[in-house]
Nanobody
Framework: QVQLVESGGGLVQAGGSLRLSCAAS????????MGWFRQAPGKEREFVTG????????YYADSVKCRFTISRDNAKNTVYLQMNSLKPEDTTVYYC?????????????????WGQGTQVTVSS
């Protein structure tokens, strides 16, 4: 059974930082492209960032470029999201996702597995 478990969310002041983690089990982690999405209430799930299987390539939404960094440790079956210079508009639930595709999709439906999400709240 595949499980993706996010952690690291919480409350932070604007300008602060948080590091999210997503621990994967039940799959061969290094065979999966990983992504982070976020979803605000009443809105569609939004692509934030993604990373290739080896970690050699990363992709970011324009809204988080130069502030967020995705990385992965295949030995630990974990993907990370370092979030710096956080803004109130970054407040929402963050989800990690895995896909067996060889490229990094930005479309939600192209991912095979999802975590349960972790709440990030940025106060102004």
């Amino acid at each position: 059974q595949v499980q993706l478990v996010e952690s690291g969310g919480g409350l932070v002041q604007a300008g602060g930082s948080l590091r999210l983690s997503c621990a994967a089990s039940g799959l061969t982690f290094s065979n999966y492209v990983m992504g982070w999405f976020r979803q605000a209430p009443g809105k569609e799930r939004e692509f934030v960032t993604g990373i290739t299987r080896s970690g050699s390539s990363t992709y970011y939404a324009d809204s988080v470029k130069c502030r967020f960094t995705i990385s992965r440790d295949n030995a630990k079956n974990t993907v990370y999201l370092q979030m710096n210079s956080l803004k109130p508009e970054d407040t929402t639930v963050y989800y990690c996702a895995a896909t067996f595709r060889s490229v990094v999709p930005s479309t939600e439906r192209l991912y095979d597995y999802w975590g349960q999400g972790t709440q990030v709240t940025v106060s102004s």
